[in-house]
Structures are given as C-alpha cells and as structure tokens.
C-alpha cells in the first residue's frame, strides 16, 4: 500500500471518527437552553419551549416537541422540526435557513433569510401551512363561545428588523379553510353549527397588537358571504377587541328557518337584494355587539 492511499485512509478514519463524536457527545441540552434564552430575551413578544434537540448529518438539527408562547399562553406545538442551513449562502449577504415541521396532522414548510449581522439582524420568512387541523391550534381553542374546525392551508410572510429599536415587524397571510364548521353561542339563533365549503382569510399584521382582515370570503351550506375590519390582540384572548362588518347572503331553505323566530320577511323587505343581510360584530370578542343593519 502507498503512502498516500494509507495517509487518505487514515484522513478519513480520523474524520470519521471525529464526526461521530461530535454527534454522539453533542450537548444537546445545553444548546436547546441557549437557543431558548436566546429566542426569549429578542423582543418578540414569543417564547419557545423545546424538550429535545438532536443533530442532522451533515449540518442540520431536529427539534422535538418545540412549543410557543404569546405572553405566556401556549399559541402552537411542532411534534417536530427539522432545520437545515444552505452553507453556501452563509458567503452571501442573505443567509438562508429551511426549516420543514410537523404539526395538527399536517406539516409546515419555512424559508428563513437573514441579512445583516448577528446582533442585529433582518429576518424575513416565507411560510406555508399545509392540511392543518385548525381545531386543536391552541389559540383558536381559547376562543370562548367559539369553536372552528376545518383543514387549514396557506401562506405566511414575516419580517424582523432588529436594526430598529423596538424591532420593527410585519406579516401578511393568506389563509384557505377547507370542509369548516363553526359553532357559536348565541342564544338568538336556533341552530349554533354552520357548515361551510371553504373560507378564505387575508391579513394583516400592523403591529403586535393589531391585526386587520382584508376580507374574509366565506361560502355555506346555510348561507355564503364576506367580512373585514380589524382586531385588537389582549391577553386573554377573550379580552380582545373585534370591529368587522359585511354582508350574508342567505339561502333559502335556512331563510324559511329564521322566518320561523324573526318576521325576516318584514324586517328586511325594501331596499335589498333578496335574502341579503348586512352585519356588523363590535366589542370584546366573547361578547361583541351584533347588529344586522
């Protein structure tokens, strides 16, 4: 055997070896307190909690049971996330994380681009939701009087800018709600379960405490219909300010239901279409003012 195949074998036994020590000894649980600090001291308002972390061959880290916190209320569990660094764009100016997570049955995919230094830097993501359960999404679990099923899909973009001083954010998303149900505690209606087709969600986050829904497209078994306005975000979440307004189309058949409690006949006979309401919801959300005028 020549000398350079034994100093190529050997090379690669030393290399080898190394890697598998770096894997088998790494400090899992002292990262994963490292990264939480870290995450938690950012002006965020997020806190996360992760009960284990293990690494990826080659340069990549699996992160099971990775929980967020809003101000302390649980908002969203990953069963698990993997993350994966493009190591050639870390030469670049925008450095790139893909993150791919499992959750509510579905799964969650991230890009993650980071510019500027660490300290300070500037992250924007691109998120897409695929085929959630959003009835067991915590936060839409505490909505009182309320309960929402349905698979959820979509899109979500963020951006961080730590460079200002109170670390400027923004977010829009696109939201698609396939096969949902609703219910609703409201003692002036009979029936408190709507069935619908599919609703569709766009929003805007204007700061963190204020979200404003662009429209909200909604088409039922018992009635179609649109929506806007804004939402102010209080802990608890029941404490949280709604102002929207739209219109409902209502169907025939469940028209003839609501003639059956109210003179539907009577009370919306001139000055709109058939069978067309305008509404609008105002107040703390778990008891808002309803008007249908």
């Avoid at 996330?81 to 450095?95: E, G, P, Q, T, V």
């Avoid at 893909?98 to 991230?110: E, Q």
């Avoid at 307004?245 to 006979?269: A, C, R, T």
């Amino acid at each position: 055997m020549n000398q350079k195949l034994k100093l190529t074998l050997y090379l690669g036994y030393f290399i080898g070896i190394t890697v598998f020590f770096m894997y088998y000894l790494f400090p899992s649980d002292k990262v994963k307190t490292y990264i939480e600090s870290m995450i938690n001291e950012r002006n965020l308002n997020i806190q996360i909690q992760i009960q284990r972390l293990d690494l990826r061959f080659p340069f990549g880290v699996t992160f099971y049971g990775l929980n967020l916190f809003k101000e302390g209320n649980l908002f969203y569990e990953f069963d698990k996330i993997n993350i994966a660094a493009d190591l050639f764009s870390f030469f670049s100016k925008s450095r790139k994380i893909y993150v791919k997570g499992i959750s509510y049955g579905g799964n969650t995919s991230i890009i993650f681009v980071v510019k500027g230094n660490v300290t300070q830097p500037q992250l924007s993501c691109d998120v897409m939701l695929h085929d959630l359960r959003i009835g067991d999404i915590p936060f839409i679990k505490s909505i009182p009087n309320f309960s929402l099923s349905g698979i959820l899909s979509g899109n979500v973009t963020f951006y961080v800018d730590f460079l200002t001083k109170e670390a400027k954010k923004e977010a829009r998303a696109e939201i698609y709600i396939q096969s949902p149900q609703i219910q609703v505690n409201l003692p002036v209606l009979q029936e408190k379960v709507f069935d619908f087709f599919q609703i569709d969600i766009n929003l805007n986050l204007i700061d963190d405490n204020k979200m404003n829904m662009k429209k909200c497209v909604f088409k039922g078994t018992q009635f179609d219909g649109y929506t806007s306005g804004n939402f102010i975000l209080k802990q608890p979440i029941q404490k949280s300010d709604v102002n929207i307004s739209g219109q409902l189309q209502i169907h025939d058949k469940f028209w003839e239901e609501l003639n059956q409690v109210f003179p539907m006949d009577e009370i919306y006979k001139s000055g709109l279409r058939k069978h067309q309401i305008p509404f609008r919801l105002k107040g703390e959300i778990d008891n808002p003012d309803i008007s249908f005028r």
